[in-house]
């Protein structure tokens, strides 16, 4: 097992160590590749949901995925003390009055730590919990002791609500939901065979090498002004929906991007990566689900080019072509002069002031355009044509990206990757229904009636928003 480890590439055994987890599992893909890439990043995961979902199942998996690795696992209930996490106090400590534990076999000796019903713990032990999980350090006796800790998974039915148990919970990174199968998927379940309970390390297990090597290459993955833009704009987004995120937390996201992104061999972070953030960001499903929808409607979308932008644009468009269609004028002769003659007007009406009788004027012909006006107005949407086509060119080659992305990515959930796909697809065929709709506009404007002088009216500007070029 070393001399396999010594010679395959860090991909190879991530993808043999993804297969190994997922095996037997039943729907579990999404769960396993986070919690995966949470602890290669030296971060935690909460999973919630309840009882009989495989949680536990779930980090005794990962414990195996980690080579020389110890692990440990507590139920806690409100009724839990701290020596059933830190150990029992020190006899002979304490009769040289130092207050130390034993810690052997405990958490603050183990590697992979899975702590069921973490928030039914009392604020002592959640306390205790708040150094050891974020720093990897616990206080024993009068000393500080470091903490071999690679990952914590926490397990709990509900998300809590009280000050202390909240400042604990913000220590997972991933808040991961977990539902029981599907309807679809039930089946599947009820097929499984047995297996016996195992402790021995899967056969692509990293060691401390290997984390130290894919921690040294996360620190040089890049965070482009692309995607620090994206994240600025998340960041707004989630101010505005009253969403708190802190500062170490971000930077925190910031780092599992790397890490996803040098597992993968990048250089970069891609602004597909970001599809990583819901579960590090919202609180529950719900929560989740918004920053889903967020991230679905603006990646692989610049905001110049978005669909409910251009929308506006070609009603804009569409709206001006109807008035002048419809509009009506004074009658002017062949010469472009507006006729006086009697048979213009409708009768006489007073000055309102009490002098003389005053000609009326009436509408008697559909209005006429110039051959400036027509041509301004048919250049104005050839312009917004030619925009839609090159932004067209551009969401084919993100789409291609994407394809790329998706093909590569270990870490993407399938479902999150169909919906971006069928996002990125009605974007396209946005694009070909304001394409169609404004060529019908240029053909409308072309048609307008014309003088057979042209007056040199140059027309009004239609107002709409500006596109970027």
């Not at 990043?41 to 990962?62: D, I, V």
């Not at 067209?392 to 992305?405: G, I, K, M, S, T």
């Not at 240029?442 to 009636?449: C, D, K, M, N, Y």
Request: glycine letters at 6%.
């Amino acid at each position: 097992m070393s001399d396999m480890r010594a010679h395959l590439p860090l991909r190879p055994r991530l993808e043999a160590l993804l297969l190994a987890l997922e095996s037997g599992l039943v729907e579990r893909r999404r769960e396993v590749r986070l919690i995966l890439l949470a602890a290669l990043a030296g971060e935690h995961s909460l999973l919630l949901g309840p009882p009989g979902t495989a949680k536990s199942e779930l980090a005794r998996r990962l414990h195996r995925a980690f080579a020389e690795a110890s692990y440990f696992e507590r139920l806690l209930t409100r009724f839990s003390v701290p020596e059933e996490l830190f150990g029992p106090l020190s006899i002979r400590a304490l009769e040289e009055d130092r207050y130390e534990r034993h810690i052997a076999g405990f958490l603050p000796e183990a590697s992979i730590a899975f702590i069921d019903e973490v928030f039914k713990a009392n604020s002592a032990i959640l306390n205790a919990l708040l150094t050891l999980l974020n720093e990897r350090e616990f206080d024993n006796g009068a000393g500080r002791i470091h903490c071999p800790l690679i990952s914590a998974i926490g397990a709990s039915n509900e998300v809590p609500d009280d000050e202390v148990a909240a400042a604990f919970f913000d220590r997972f990174l991933l808040r991961i939901p977990i539902v029981p199968v599907s309807d679809d998927g039930f089946r599947a379940l009820l097929a499984l065979e047995p297996t016996p309970a195992a402790d021995t390390v899967f056969d692509a297990a990293l060691d401390a090498g290997d984390r130290r090597a894919l921690a040294h290459a996360a620190s040089g993955v890049a965070l482009s002004a692309e995607v620090a833009d994206r994240l600025a704009e998340l960041r707004g987004w989630l101010h505005a929906e009253r969403v708190p995120v802190s500062d170490r937390r971000w930077v925190k996201m910031a780092a599992l991007l790397r890490t996803a992104a040098a597992t993968e061999g990048r250089p970069a972070i891609s602004p597909w990566d970001l599809l990583l953030l819901p579960a590090c960001i919202g609180s529950d499903a719900g929560a989740q689900a918004g920053v889903t929808d967020w991230l679905c409607s603006r990646l692989g979308v610049r905001e110049a080019f978005a669909p409910p932008r251009l929308q506006r644009i070609v009603a804009a468009f569409e709206g001006q072509l109807h008035a002048e269609q419809n509009a009506d004028d004074l009658d002017y002769d062949d010469e472009g002069r507006l006729r006086m003659s009697d048979a213009q007007f409708s009768g006489q009406v007073n000055d309102m002031k009490g002098g003389g009788q005053a000609l009326r004027m009436t509408y008697t012909r559909r209005r006429r355009f110039g051959d400036t006006h027509i041509a301004a107005r048919t250049g104005q949407v050839e312009d917004l044509l030619a925009r839609i086509d090159g932004y067209r060119d551009e969401l084919a080659a993100v789409r291609e990206d994407f394809d790329r992305y998706r093909a590569a990515s270990l870490w993407l959930d399938e479902p999150l990757s169909r919906r971006v796909v069928a996002s990125l697809a009605s974007t396209a065929a946005a694009l070909e229904d304001f394409s169609s709709r404004a060529r019908s506009c240029r053909s409308g404007f072309a048609a307008l009636p014309r003088l057979d002088l042209d007056p040199g009216r140059v027309p009004e500007p239609i107002v709409h928003e500006a596109l970027e070029p």
